[in-house]
């Protein structure tokens, strides 16, 4: 019973996650100006290159929580290893590695230690996903296997 609360408390969670997330996407360019206003004059200049950057992470972060989001249903139908997932945590992989690359190339004109953090987590998150993937491969080869046997 506990596991369930965990679970449904997840997927309400995400939910909140990607709908705010969506708002905030729509309010990158307020947010970006409004953030460069507290760095010197000369960072204005990097206003378009920081939209687009974290534009596309935006968007990016949506897809991972939009994935995960359809990964919970599977949780919650208690039906988690299926081929579906492993497609999800595939594409959560390929997207965390393409923030990762577009943190790299932020480093190039606006470097913080928060980038640096981005750049790790999200490395060691498309590496996870990646990895988890092929745990889920597996474990989807043996469930298959089983439902021939009986």
């Not at 972060?61 to 299926?82: D, S």
Request: hydrophobic share 55%; glycine share 4%; with cysteine.
């Amino acid at each position: 019973m506990k596991e369930n609360r965990i679970v449904i408390f997840t997927r309400y969670f995400l939910n909140f996650m990607f709908y705010s997330g969506i708002v905030v996407v729509l309010l990158l360019p307020l947010l970006v100006r409004l953030a460069l206003k507290y760095y010197t004059e000369k960072y204005s200049v990097y206003y378009l290159p920081m939209l687009v950057i974290l534009g596309i992470s935006g968007i990016c972060g949506l897809t991972i929580v939009f994935q995960l989001r359809k990964m919970i249903k599977t949780v919650l139908e208690k039906n988690c290893f299926v081929e579906h997932n492993i497609r999800s945590l595939k594409i959560m992989g390929k997207v965390s590695f393409l923030i990762t690359a577009l943190f790299v190339v932020k480093c190039f004109f606006l470097l913080t230690p928060a980038t640096l953090v981005i750049i790790l987590t999200f490395f060691i998150s498309g590496i996870f996903s990646f990895v988890l993937s092929l745990v889920f491969m597996e474990a989807v080869r043996f469930k298959e296997e089983n439902d021939l046997t009986i």
